[in-house]
């Protein structure tokens, strides 16, 4: 154990400063700050704000949360993000996806159990994206699947759809908070429940539904979305109709700050428990959420996002979040790019509208406008929000590239549907990556031998060895652990050829060696010796010398060789002739087998790559 704790302390020593995340990218924006682009900030900052707003409490009814949680998510998020994020254009605030996994999680928790948990879970999220930076683990979201992405969004969105129906058909005060956690319980009471709808709430969601879809068709410019919904809660107060569910006011009270409640230690553990999974779910999508939006604005702007230092924006954002506003921040596509859109220049955009969202969070606490909003006019405006989630043009790529694409798509598409989202979103990552390991781990394994002319030559399935005691095997590819059984298996059934006394395994084009697979390579090390036989190494790059050397099979493939005699069964590729390591593993083939049947030459053309 002692051992273990100082090679992991050894490998943090050895971690280079520059590899961390910058503490505040946003001094390079500053410094060279021009007045010019004051204009140009400051009404990108508005347009994003007018978005924000109503969006925030969007997002806070998909969760199932007071939407004071939503306008101060999209204030706080906004103003932290820009001082730690490498896109210029990045707002932060909720999205639809963190906050129905949120709902999907907790739907179950009372209110009082909520207000408890959610604080807490921000901050585990925040420190678990905090984490991921340090140790560069957002690059490992390269590896996730566009197609378990698209599957995810489009099960996300349908049930987002269904789940605003509640509100729309004025049904919602007959749901439980256990119901509608998946898709067929929520369908299923929905039919229930149908027969005591009211035509007022779904003629308002409806009538807004509409409404936004058709001034987005015509007038793309204006904030279309706070239009909408100043219209149409207009409208609702002149109608006065009965049936008609409205939000409750918010006061000055409500945005103090909010801490974890900690009434003892294993209460605390108990609660970081219960909440590591979906906490870990949210900072994974959070961060899968970050690093798609800014690859999508740096295809327009030819900026270069750093992945790790955006998770570590995810992470400070979180931390802000999670004693202010209590709701997931997620990097938000949809007002990320109307902010670049709007010709917002640096990340001041961003800070100027979570200054202006916190204005009007105040100014909000203070006039009561909160309760004219109609319930089910915010939910017609959520459906039309998840029905722009809907990529068909995505979702026909994934289904027609590949059947792999398409299995991954369809298969997380229906996790969404019956698994609550935490888990759906890593059996979709799961299945991708099996499906990945099963592609990558199969090392392509070609027989060689000289030809006339001195070239190496690949020997063709039908011909005969014209030394039948040596084969060199070039192995290509990776030896990973999901590899080296194949490996073994491969190179035992060239073994077993009666008449093969030595293999040379040319190994300048294997990469990633790990544990399982250096370990089968001493197991066939050791079958060879004990059928008098023989392995040598030939065209070892420095990668896998290390890592031959540091796990001791580079011991184990040199015994009976000796330094005096000038011998081994290791030979290290040289860039200046690439087959003379080939070369010098037959001559000590030659010397184990006794014989020098003849002149052993590897042409090398140096004008040649």
Partial sequence: MRFFWKHLWRQIARTPIDTLPDLLPIRHHIKGYQRANFSYDFRAALNVALLALPQGMAYATIADLPIVNGILCSAIAALVAPFFASSRHTILGPTNATSFMLFSTLATTSLASRAELIPLLVLMVALLSIGGALLKLADLLQFISRSVLVGYITGAATLIIFNQLKPLLGIAELFQRSDGRTFPSLLAKIFQTLPHAAWQPAVLGFGALALFLLLESKLKKLPNFALTLVLVSTAAFFLNWDNIAYFKDFDLASLSPSFPRIDSLQHLLDQIAYLLPIAFAIAFLASLENSAMSKSLA??????????????????????????????????????????????????????????????????????????????????????????????????????????????????????????????????????????????????????????????????????????????????????????????????????????????LRLKNARHLDATSVLALADLITYMRDHDRHILISGTPRPVYRVLKSSGVLELLQEGTSKKDKTSNLFMYAPSNPNISTRNALLRAQQLLGTKEAEISIFHDPNKP
């Avoid at 992470?315 to 902010?339: K, Q, W």
């Avoid at 100014?363 to 405006?381: D, E, N, Q, W």
């Avoid at 070239?455 to 030394?467: I, N, Q, S, T, V």
């Fill in 299 to 504: 295809s327009k702007t030819g900026d270069r996002p750093d992945n790790n230092q955006d998770m570590f924006a995810v992470g400070m954002s979180n931390l802000a979040c999670s004693f202010l506003a209590s709701m997931p921040a997620s990097g938000s596509l949809t007002r990320s790019a109307l902010n670049y859109s709007s010709g917002a220049r640096t990340p001041l955009a961003s800070l100027l509208c979570g200054l202006l969202c916190l204005a009007a969070t105040f100014l909000l606490a203070t006039i009561p406008l909160i309760s004219f909003i109609p319930k089910a006019a915010l939910a017609g405006l959520v459906i039309a929000i998840a029905l722009s989630l809907l990529s068909w043009k995505n979702i026909r790529v994934c289904l027609l590239s590949t059947r792999g694409d398409a299995f991954v798509l369809i298969l997380t598409f229906i996790a969404t549907l019956f698994f609550p989202l935490h888990i759906a979103i890593f059996i979709g990552v799961a299945v991708s990556i099996a499906l990945f390991l099963r592609k990558a781990a199969v090392p392509q394994l070609v027989e060689y031998t000289i030809h006339d002319d001195g070239d190496l030559r690949e020997l063709g399935e039908k011909r005969a060895r014209p030394h039948p005691e040596i084969s060199i095997v070039h192995v290509e590819g990776d030896l990973f652990f999901g590899a080296a059984e194949l490996f073994r298996s491969q190179i035992q059934r060239l073994a077993a050829d009666p008449n093969l006394q030595v293999i040379i």
